[in-house]
């Protein structure tokens, strides 16, 4: 096939935003008989799933303290159903399990999950807790001062490279092209809007620019010559100068390579993703020194993609603006080290008996990744120069594969209530979402 010259639509990214709007629009368009799927190009500089969408750990929760958040997790959970087995979707639930200091939080987030009829039940007190765990999930669970227990009984986990490829068959079966190993090098515009963008092979022409670049956010912000510093309002009226526009973590994560049925529940079946948060010491599980006395917490599921119980702890802060490529496991810089594994490994020993001797069943293989993250770390989802629309989800994306479907409705014009709370100028007005005593920058 010619490389195009021209096309109604362009998508930049094959991740999970990019791939899910190409296939909403696709069929949007056919819907109001103003186009179809031939519309539109999706573009990619290396490959379907090149990006976090493809080392996403896959996990699907609800369990956001932001409202805003909760509601948009749930329309995404609905579309997950929707297709289970396509995407690889694990409906097997999600379990917040906290210490004291999260505990109002998260009854807060329990109470609006019923008023939204998002199934969940909630456990509280240490020793009840400590009994519904033993009793109906695993009866080695030992995890200390746990005081409040949040399971979501949907949610869960999906595969991340079959749901991009279910995505991206979707998308094409109506009709959208995806050209791969094509590097997006600009973005033009004439004084009000984007006219064409700069490739490799050349310049292709468009009427509509759909971003979603994950960890590249900030290089499309850059071509589209956005600030890199701006001004926050607090949600109290106070004002921050110069705030930097994008921040880097590294998320963490790896792989116990155990059987992953060893992971099961007490009948034998999956159990539910864990993460766990707490303030009890954490001890080595190899030499028995104490690795912390600050709270601490971790996620896990047994998982046969990855070959064992895979999961991970908190992210850490990357100083300054890092080299995003070669992402990945490809990177050199990006990736877990022996610090995590020891502190990993350990932390499963601390809520289960079974994973005492196990450290030694560590992968050691390159695992984890960078996060591009905004200056509240929740998502932007706004157009900009008239016809570029952003999908910048501050790398909480991966479960939010509904995002798509909005956006493409709002490229039509529109306007979608979940994705108001979400835009720019939000900063401006002070209208940030409420923040929670979560250790992770994304609860
Ligand atoms: C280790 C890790 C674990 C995670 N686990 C979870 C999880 O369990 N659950 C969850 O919900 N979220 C998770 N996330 C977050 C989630 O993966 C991301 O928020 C989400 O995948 C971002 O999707 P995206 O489509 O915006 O970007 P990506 O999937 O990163 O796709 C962007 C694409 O843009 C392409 N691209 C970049 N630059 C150019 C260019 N110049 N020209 C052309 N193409 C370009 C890249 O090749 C890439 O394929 C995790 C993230 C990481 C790093």
């Known amino acids: 096939m010619a490389f195009p010259q021209q096309y109604p639509y362009i998508i930049i990214g094959a991740g999970i935003h990019g791939l899910s709007t190409a296939w909403h629009l696709a069929k949007e368009l056919k819907a109001v008989k103003s186009g179809s799927g031939k519309d539109i190009l999706v573009i990619d500089k290396t490959a379907i799933g090149a990006g976090a969408s493809g080392i996403a750990c896959g996990v699907i929760r609800n369990n956001y303290f932001q409202p805003a958040m909760r509601e948009l997790m749930a329309h995404s959970v609905d579309l997950w159903e929707a297709d289970a087995e396509g995407y690889g979707y694990y409906p097997i639930g999600y379990m917040q399990i906290s210490y004291e200091a999260m505990h109002e939080d998260v009854a807060q987030i329990y109470d609006q ?26 009866h080695d669970w030992q995890a200390q001062n746990i ?32 050209l791969t190993g094509v590097d997006i090098t600009d973005i033009q515009t004439d004084r009000e809007s984007v006219t064409a963008v700069g490739t490799s092979n050349g310049t292709i022409g468009c009427e509509y620019l759909i971003v979603g670049p994950g960890p590249w956010a900030q290089t499309f912000w850059n071509m589209l010559q956005l600030p890199s510093h701006i001004q926050v309002q607090d949600r109290d009226g106070s004002l921050h100068e110069n705030v930097k526009m994008w921040t880097y973590w590294c998320l963490v994560e790896g792989t116990l390579g155990v059987d992953p049925d ?18 009890a010491p954490l001890y080595s599980s190899e030499d028995g020194s104490l690795i912390t006395s600050e709270p601490w917490g971790i996620y896990y599921k047994p998982d046969c993609r990855f070959g064992g119980i895979q999961g991970g702890s908190s992210p850490y802060v990357v100083e300054g603006d890092p080299d995003v490529d070669p992402y990945g496991i490809d990177s050199p810089d990006f990736v877990v080290g022996p610090e995590f594994v020891h502190m990993w490994t350990s932390a499963l020993a601390h809520c289960q008996k079974r994973y005492e001797d196990k450290y030694r069943y560590y992968k050691d293989e390159p695992s984890g990744g960078l996060g591009c993250f905004t200056p509240d770390n929740f998502p932007i989802f706004d157009v900009f120069k008239q016809n570029c629309y952003m999908i910048l989800d501050s790398n909480h994306g991966y479960k939010m594969i509904g995002v798509g479907q909005l956006a493409a409705k709002e490229v039509l014009g529109k306007k979608q209530s979940l994705l108001e709370p979400f835009r720019f100028d939000r900063y401006e007005k002070g209208e940030l979402h409420p923040v929670s005593h979560s250790p992770f920058p994304w609860s």
Do not use: W
């Not at 949040?150 to 109506?174: F, I, M, P, V, W």
């Open 113 to 138: 999950q019923k008023a939204i009829g998002y199934t969940s039940e909630f456990v509280e007190g240490e020793k009840d807790c400590m009994k519904y765990m033993r009793d109906n999930i695993f």
């Open 147 to 178: 005081t409040s227990i949040l399971h979501e009984k949907k949610g869960g986990y999906a595969h991340n490279t079959q749901s991009l490829y279910r995505l991206a068959d979707k998308a094409e079966a109506e009709g959208v092209r995806i």
């Open 262 to 279: 060893y992971g099961n529940d007490n009948l034998g079946n999956l159990p539910p993703v864990i993460h766990v948060d707490t303030d």
